[in-house]
């Protein structure tokens, strides 16, 4: 058993790098990852905004001198740059030191390879190396890859609650920690582009064409991104001596209950979400320094959101921002990928800039914080995730 | 960490969606494809979503009701579900669309069903029920991740009743695809003769069964589940036996206590070799049983396993033709389940009569 859950370590791989110093550095300047399509082989190329990460999947092989025999898709591939990255930043050289576990989490595995084959599985006179993607369709998969490339055996599994989960495998694996059945664990997400998520997004009418624009009042929708981010969380007795970054200190999981793709108006979930947090945190909300929010760029989420966070918050909004404009919306990557940043965030002391706002929106009370602050002093982090399906999840990092 | 299972719903290629039937007359088939017996939806959802809905939705969401019918539950702390391809019919048709169209003229709905939360997110709309709501998705680990997250909440004292599923669906297609990996035998058997096939792969199958686990002991409950354990990639059979020797220790049980294992046995000779070693050995003084033969091979079968000791536990009964040879059982106290899907990904249960 263990009180506490401190995180040791993290790692990251989206459209604003390929590690913690490219991300802190394209924050710094400003410098979304938000361009156009290239590594997916989509008709709708041209009339999307997409954050995409930098590097074709032989570049990623190469990177991390991964050898051609294994068959990896892209989720697995950024799923293990960005674990690898978070193991060493933990200083973890011996896997077998203590029980370590693996939470990942996707939602599509490795559709972004299958799509392109589908049609010849149905053919049996067809044989080939795409044969062997077949298994990645199974989220799972892309977990078992990123386990094996780390040697994680002792506890294994993997959450697809849509764009909230990542924020729950970093919850279960905290939980995991708690109850004492792990020492420590890699707890995020991995999701690459792919047509089908692009098409499914398309037809859902919620694409921005153009770079998002989180919490503006002319807001049009998201941008889909790709990428990964893990943190290692560690329990009292294997954290003791190493560089702690902070602790996860709450945690707080709901359901909107409302409709399947949309968030209630009144941000119900999420509201009971962050609420959760807090009491598992026993902290109150006027701590928190900085809100990484979920804001998508979507009509109903960032009213939805931002409603809920005034709910909470009051008159006394801390700031928000939604880092969405630089990464795009990694989808079950997303979790992790704001968690890195919330971590860093203080570590660092900095606030990140909502980028492209320039209109308050007229039912919320608070403006997003939209420079880059490294004057704050960042001691607790709410950060929220919510998806699909009504799942709404907040987690809250707090300094040491 | 223990629980009570206080209520099952379960769907399956043998007729359980009746509560009250365990198992008499099996249902056997020649195909290799052991396809779910469902009940007339209508029961459970309004026509209008009955006819929108994916097959998997709607048998998640009928299993689940006639559970909480049968726990007497109105409102479950937490709703958490395991499946490992999600809604796969959903998929398949949105893949398929935009394969054959060309990325154009696509409508949303299946793409919306496809999300693999989407029978966890329809049961909380269905009861209108805010509380935890988690989706598991690793292929064999899926549901037991599921079960285990139960326990704990029930540990954590943040769950009083929590409702879980373990659910899989094979379609058409997806038979065909898996067939290009050789999972399946190739020559055509008998589902009832599965155990004493010679070959490799094994027969296709699917299922959705759901439990209240509770804190709250009852003389109604089913079981008390003791313990959940997943291995991932053992290195041979002693890794499973140092795992099942450790359940029993924990619960001060030893192996002379199981009364009755239940195996995963699918028929397929490679994968059965760690089954039939512990069955021959290390558990030889348990008698013996296995269920592939009734609901096929896939990911979440574990919940079909958990099904059947939560009944044999309950009724004291055993159906022969689960039997692997003739056992003189006075009364069935302790259950264990080993289950396996591929060489990756093995579980352990145990449970006790309440």
């Not at chain 1, 390879?113 to 990645?136: A, C, M, R, S």
């Not at chain 1, 503006?216 to 329990?235: M, P, Q, T, Y």
């Not at chain 1, 660092?348 to 704050?376: A, D, G, V």
């Not at chain 2, 239940?262 to 490679?270: A, F, L, P, T, V």
Request: with cysteine; glycine share 8%.
């Amino acid at each position: 058993m263990s009180e506490k859950v401190y995180v040791t370590g993290v790692g990251i791989i989206s459209a604003i790098g390929n590690n913690i110093a490219e991300t802190l550095k394209s924050l710094k300047d400003q410098r979304s990852g938000i361009g156009n399509l290239s590594y997916v082989n989509s008709r709708h190329k041209d009339q999307l905004s997409v954050g995409e990460v930098k590097n074709s999947n032989e570049q990623l092989m190469q990177l991390k001198g991964l050898q051609k025999g294994r068959k990896q898709t892209r989720t697995s591939l950024l799923g293990i740059h960005a674990a690898r990255e978070a193991l060493i930043s933990a200083g973890i050289d011996n896997i077998k030191e203590f029980r370590t576990g693996i939470i990942s989490a996707t939602s599509v595995g490795g559709m972004g390879i299958v799509e392109n084959h589908y049609k010849d599985y149905f053919d049996i006179q067809k044989k080939g190396e795409f044969l062997e993607y077949i298994p990645t369709l199974d989220c799972g998969d892309s977990t078992e890859r990123i386990a094996d490339d780390l040697g994680i055996k002792d506890y294994i599994s993997t959450i697809s609650t849509a764009c909230s989960s990542s924020a729950n495998s970093i919850m279960f694996g905290a939980r995991l920690i708690k109850m004492g059945l792990l020492d420590r664990v890699v707890v995020g997400g991995t999701d690459s582009l792919s047509r089908y998520t692009i098409n499914g997004f398309l037809s859902l009418k919620i694409l921005d064409k153009d770079p998002c624009k989180p919490f503006d009042g002319l807001r049009k929708g998201l941008n889909l991104g790709e990428g990964a981010g893990f943190i290692v969380l560690e329990s009292e007795k294997s954290a003791k001596k190493k560089e702690i970054l902070c602790e996860l200190s709450g945690y707080g999981n709901s359901n909107d209950a409302f409709h399947q793709t949309a968030s209630s108006p009144d941000g119900a979930g999420a509201f009971l979400a962050m609420q959760k947090s807090f009491q598992v945190s026993g902290l109150s909300p006027n701590k928190i320094d900085y809100i990484n929010a979920h804001g998508t760029g979507t009509e109903v989420n960032d009213l939805s959101e931002g409603l809920a966070i005034e709910r909470i918050f009051g008159n006394n909004v801390p700031p928000v921002s939604s880092t969405k404009a630089f990464t795009g919306h990694t989808l079950a990557a997303a979790g992790g990928i704001e968690a890195v940043l919330s971590v860093l965030a203080i570590k660092y002391n900095t606030i990140y800039p909502n980028l492209n706002h320039s209109n308050n929106m007229p039912e919320l009370c608070f403006t997003p914080e939209k420079s880059f602050l490294t004057n704050k002093s960042v001691n607790h982090v709410l950060s929220n995730s919510f998806g699909f399906g009504g799942n709404t999840s907040s987690l809250i990092f707090s300094k040491l | 960490m223990e629980a009570f299972i206080r209520g099952t719903g379960i769907i399956s290629p043998q007729n359980t969606f009746n509560t009250a039937n365990f198992l008499l007359n099996p249902v056997e088939t020649e195909s290799n494809f052991l396809h779910c017996i469902e009940p007339s939806y209508l029961e459970f959802l309004n026509p209008v979503m009955a006819r929108r809905m994916g097959r998997i939705i709607k048998m998640g969401i009928a299993a689940a009701s006639i559970c909480l019918k049968d726990a007497k539950l109105e409102m479950p702390d937490a709703i958490i579900t395991g499946t490992a391809l999600g809604c796969l019919g959903d998929t398949e048709k949105f893949l398929t669309a935009i394969i054959e169209d060309d990325e154009l003229f696509l409508t949303p709905t299946s793409f919306i069903q496809s999300i693999q939360n989407t029978v966890s997110a329809q049961i909380a709309l269905q009861l209108k029920c805010m509380n935890y709501n988690f989706t598991y998705v690793h292929k064999g680990f899926s549901f037991e991740s599921a079960v285990l997250d139960a326990m704990m909440l029930i540990a954590e004292g943040n769950a009083n009743n929590v409702l879980i599923g373990g659910l899989d669906e094979m379609t058409e297609k997806n038979f065909l695809v898996y067939d290009r990996i050789n999972l399946w035998k190739k020559e055509k058997i008998k589902s009832s003769e599965l155990i004493h096939s010679k070959t490799i792969g094994t027969i296709a199958g699917e299922g959705a069964a759901f439990f209240v686990l509770s804190n709250q002991e009852n003389e109604n409950n089913y079981a008390k589940l003791k313990g959940v354990k997943t291995i991932y990639k053992p290195n041979s059979q002693q890794d499973i036996e140092k795992e099942i020797s450790f359940m029993l220790a924990d619960n001060n049980l030893n192996i002379k206590s199981i009364d009755l294992v239940i195996y995963g046995i699918n028929g397929d000779n490679n994968l059965d070799s760690i089954s039939n070693f512990l069955k021959d050995n290390y558990l030889k003084n348990s008698a013996a049983a296995y269920f592939k033969h009734l609901c096929g091979e896939y990911q979440t079968s574990g919940s079909f396993a958990m099904w059947m000791a939560a009944k044999i536990l309950k009724t004291q009964t055993i159906p022969e033709h689960i039997l692997i040879g003739t056992y003189e059982l006075d009364s069935i106290n302790n259950i264990l389940i080993y289950n396996n899907f591929g060489h990756e990904n093995h579980v352990l249960y145990l449970f006790s009569r309440v």
